[in-house]
């Protein structure tokens, strides 16, 4: 497998963790790289700043909802916890991000304690602490006004809370790094990831192909934890889409390789308001213009990698038809590459197997009968859909497997 850098896939990943009603904020971006910062000055080590990375570019990935991005908008949130104690649970199991786990869970512990971790002052983890400073000093931003006409309100908010809610020491540091102009520059800068990039430098890592599962996994229970109708859906186009990529004579690691697009396919999701996701009736056509730009937002989210992995138009093309129909690229024939078009056909079977607002989970023969049609009205696959078709026998052993392993590997 090509090698893929860690640092620049989280960046990348973490973008879709910040879309929130007020757009794209770049939230975690910005966190990581005040923390950075704040962290370099504190005296860590280079392998200290990178696990400090790894936590604070994906610190909120337990705040899935809109709801629970808005209340962490609040400075003086009063119970940030919730989110905390997911991300843990979210980020624990994988690995490559495990030295992370005990980080995000007490990014909001208060100085002065009173915290459900029971930690207090000097027993916060030192990277813990950091992510809070620059988690609040984020928040505090107003991107309506000039970042260099703000400085000196928000410095004075933080110094307030010196001792009480922030470490001080952190607080004299944040004090001298906040004398410099391009400080504040950095943040608000259209270069802000490259910054970002370049604080980790040398210590960045490359994953291999069983971490890069396991980074997909956890942002497949990101994904599925959006609305409680999709709680299984990413895990179950991954399995479907693995299995009929087998039966279609894909090399073993191109399998791997469509569980990971399958995992990641719906990652624009995110972008989309729960109020459409889980309405119960026919959505209006300016909501499905707004489901209409989940795919377009996987697609750019993973571009970046696509010169060494195709798994952006694996995962991003699944709602594209063979005719052309689909959307949002309206792509059509020889565009649409093997992976996606099986995709498509893992998408809609999964789609069509779950319960959903408006209806329950359907069974074998209408699904057979839904799937044959729009392949023979050259909307997906014709070989693909048939593999599929004559799959039914395995295909219930994968669903099987999905419901039996518990719907809490989706929900945290």
Not at 81 to 109: M, N
Not at 154 to 183: C, H, N, T, W, Y
């Amino acid at each position: 497998m090509p090698v893929i850098d860690l640092a620049r896939l989280l960046v990348n990943l973490s973008l879709a963790l910040d879309f929130t009603r007020r757009g794209l904020l770049r939230h975690h971006q910005r966190v990581a790289l005040v923390a950075l910062r704040l962290g370099e000055a504190a005296g860590m080590s280079g392998d200290e700043r990178f696990d400090l990375f790894k936590a604070a570019i994906i610190h909120d990935a337990g705040a899935v909802t809109w709801p629970e991005k808005d209340a962490l908008e609040v400075f003086d949130v009063q119970q940030p916890w919730d989110h905390c104690h997911r991300g843990y649970r979210f980020v624990s199991d994988v690995a490559v991000l495990s030295p992370a786990a005990e980080i995000i869970l007490s990014h909001h512990d208060r100085w002065q304690g009173g915290n459900p971790s029971g930690n207090i002052k000097a027993g916060i983890p030192l990277a813990a602490r950091i992510i809070h400073l620059a988690d609040r000093l984020d928040v505090l931003l107003n991107d309506g006004e000039y970042v260099l006409d703000q400085k000196e309100s928000i410095i004075r908010q933080v110094q307030l809370l010196a001792g009480k809610v922030f470490d001080p020491d952190l607080v004299d540091i944040f004090m001298q790094l906040a004398r410099a102009e391009s400080f504040w520059l950095d943040i608000t800068a259209p270069c802000l990831t490259e910054n970002l990039l370049e604080l980790v430098g040398e210590h960045a890592s490359t994953i291999d192909l069983a971490d890069l599962i396991s980074i997909a996994r956890l942002f497949a229970r990101v994904i599925d934890a959006k609305s409680p109708f999709t709680h299984r859906h990413s895990r179950g186009v991954a399995a479907v889409a693995r299995y009929l990529a087998w039966r279609m004579g894909m090399s073993d690691e191109d399998c791997l390789l469509m569980e990971v697009a399958g995992l990641l396919h719906d990652l624009g999701k995110l972008t989309v308001p729960e109020d459409i996701l889980e309405k119960p009736g026919r959505l209006t056509e300016k909501e499905f213009n707004r489901v209409k730009q989940h795919t377009y937002y996987t697609y750019w989210l993973l571009k970046p990698f696509d010169n060494q992995l195709p798994v952006a138009r694996w995962a991003a093309f699944h709602h594209e038809k063979i005719n052309g129909q689909g959307y949002p690229f309206r792509l059509s024939g020889s565009q649409l590459c093997p992976g996606a078009r099986i995709m498509a056909v893992s998408d809609i079977f999964t789609a069509l197997k779950e319960d959903r607002p408006y209806r329950s989970g359907m069974a074998w023969p209408e699904i057979e009968r839904i799937i044959a049609r729009q392949a023979g009205q050259g909307m997906l696959d014709g070989d693909v859909a048939g593999v599929l078709i004559n799959s039914r026998r395995e295909l219930e052993e994968i669903w099987g497997d999905l419901v039996t392993a518990g719907d809490h590997c989706a929900l945290g």
